[in-house]
Each structure stands twice: as C-alpha cells, then as structure tokens.
C-alpha cells in the first residue's frame, strides 16, 4: 500500500454509486470520501486538501457545472465530472470550463481508476516542471500566449482571438517545443479539453493556429507537419517573468 495514498473527495448525490465508488477507490488504494452536494463540498474544502475530485453534473441544489466553475477559479484541485451517457452538452461544457477529464456513466471502476491516475500524474508533473498557471506566459518569435488570460499577443502588440480549444492546443505546443508530437499524444495532452476526440480534430486545429501565427500559413514554419510523424513546434520558447518578478525559463 502507498504510505501516502491520494485522497480523492467524491461528490455524487446516489448514494448507493457514492458507495460503490468509495469501495472501488479504497481497494485501488485512494482515500476517498464521499458528499452529496455542494455545501458538504465547500465544508471538506475548509479543512482538507483533497487532491482530486469527481464530480457529479446533477446534484441538488448548485449543480456540478456551476460547481466546477467556482472551483477553476480558485484553482483548488483537478477535476473529473461524471456525466450521464448522452449529455454531450454537459461534457463539453464542464471541459470548457476547465475540469480536467469527465467520464460517461454508466462506466466501469477499472476505466474511471485509469483516468484518474492519469489526472494525478498530469496534476504532479505540472506541479514540479512548471510555475503556476496564473504566473506564466510563454514567449515565441515575438508572439506571447498569457495563460491566465488565455491571451495570445502578435509580435506588433495585438491581441489575436483564441478559441479555448486552440488555446489548449498552443499551450501543449509551448510546453513541449521541438517534440514530434503525434496527434494521439496531442489529444492526451489537451485532455481533449474543447476538442473532440479524433485525429482530425487537431489537424482542423493546428490550421487554424497556423493561420493566426504563421507568417505564411500555406508554408509553416512554426508548426511543421513531420510525415507520419505528427506536429513540431518549432521555435524557441521561454517563460517570461513571473508576477514574483523573478524569471523561470524553459529548457
């Protein structure tokens, strides 16, 4: 057993799924507790720290999207949202509004402890290779993405449109420049946050950023194509000066 296992808060109105999932969590070896709505979520969150929570979208009361988007903004953990089997609005929804991966019920406990440990791993790799989302900016041949804002400024200073789910897609771009980066590995990296889960999902993607960053888009060289390979981006990139006002750079 982990001496220091993950403590994942459930916040699941059925009470007998609340149960199952409890059962399941422990004997995959996660602490768990389970709530029901989210004025019991609110009284974990004064006093513990849970490191990942599963979310309910129909709760009583404040539903799990409005739930979900309080909690992105005070950043507290990552998120999956347990979605009925045809609210595709609700998932798409819920990943625009930031939570990390959903899951479709009715499901199974072997695919939902994949999930969330692959959450985790993303949560902990982030957590030590990169400085807080509010406090970083990555900077390109002249462009800047701000990703608190969700901003991308051209060379010349304007401000360019993103949708969240080019956003996302130039994130992974900047986090893992000059990597070949096949589009499997893309759709895993988003977190298929705004995009759908195909290969030419992102090939609609990476056209629509070219044509914002390129200088000429029918011939990238920014985000170059690599044959069976998948994508590269190609520029240096840098993190620019933190709030703190002290610099952390990319390797």
Aim: aromatic share 6%; hydrophobic share 35%; glycine share 6%.
């Amino acid at each position: 057993m982990d001496d220091n296992p993950a403590y994942i808060l459930i916040v699941e109105d059925d009470r007998q799924i609340a149960t199952l999932l409890e059962t399941s969590l422990g004997r995959a070896g996660f602490r768990t507790k389970a709530v029901h709505d989210g004025r019991a979520m609110d009284r974990v969150f004064d006093t513990e720290n849970p490191d990942l929570m599963l979310l309910d979208v129909m709760l009583p009361g404040e539903d799990g999207l409005s739930i979900a988007r309080r909690m992105f903004a005070r950043r507290r953990c990552p998120i999956i949202m347990l979605t009925a089997m045809n609210d595709e609005t609700d998932r798409v929804v819920g990943l625009e509004l930031g939570a990390d991966d959903y899951i479709a019920k009715p499901f199974s406990s072997r695919e939902l402890i994949a999930r969330i440990r692959a959450v985790l791993r993303r949560a902990d790799h982030g957590s030590t290779s990169a400085p807080p989302e509010e406090m970083r900016s990555y900077r390109f041949a002249g462009w800047q993405l701000t990703t608190v804002s969700r901003q991308l400024t051209s060379p010349n200073g304007e401000k360019v449109e993103l949708t969240s789910a080019e956003f996302y897609l130039l994130t992974v771009f900047c986090e893992r420049s000059r990597e070949i980066l096949s589009r499997p590995q893309l759709l895993r990296l988003t977190h298929n946050r705004g995009v759908a889960s195909d290969d030419r999902s992102i090939d609609t993607l990476v056209s629509r950023i070219r044509r914002k960053i390129e200088p000429d888009p029918a011939q990238p060289q920014l985000l170059r194509t690599v044959r069976l390979g998948g994508y590269q981006f190609t520029p240096t990139v840098e993190v620019v000066p933190n709030a703190d006002g002290q610099d952390h750079l990319s390797a």
